[in-house]
């Protein structure tokens, strides 16, 4: 996965979009020499650009989702002493974790 600070999306007017992805490009929703579009349709290069766009908010989500499953998990631990450690809680949130250190390059 490329980190997030190699992608960048411009608006660049009401009807013009410019979508970048280090070797991608796309103008009006129109590829332009990319290597990563290669051998993909055009659902797919579609698809990977709006969910790119969509990146810093899915990203944002994310991090506050893996914050209240952190607490969630606190407080079911103390309210359950003898339930199983690691609880369901703290596993979602240390996937969450993992993902989040992914799509930061870490």
């Known amino acids: 996965m490329v980190p997030l600070a190699h992608c960048q999306v411009v608006q660049a007017g009401p ?7 280090m070797d991608h490009q ?3 929703d129109q590829p332009c020499g990319s290597i990563a579009s290669q ?16 990146a810093p908010e899915l990203l944002a989500a994310l991090r506050a989702c893996c914050a209240a499953l952190v607490e969630a998990g606190k407080d079911f ?5 003898l339930a199983a450690r690691p609880n369901l ?3 979602h949130a240390a996937a969450a974790l993992a993902v989040i250190q992914k799509a930061e390059g870490n």
Request: hydrophobic letters at 40%; proline letters at 3%.
């Open 39 to 54: 051998d993909k349709t055009q659902e797919e290069i579609d698809a990977n650009a709006c969910l790119i766009a969509a």
């Open 77 to 81: 631990a103390v309210n359950n002493p």
């Open 89 to 91: 809680y703290e596993l």
């Open 15 to 21: 009807n013009r979009r410019i979508c970048e992805l």
């Open 26 to 28: 796309e103008i009006n």
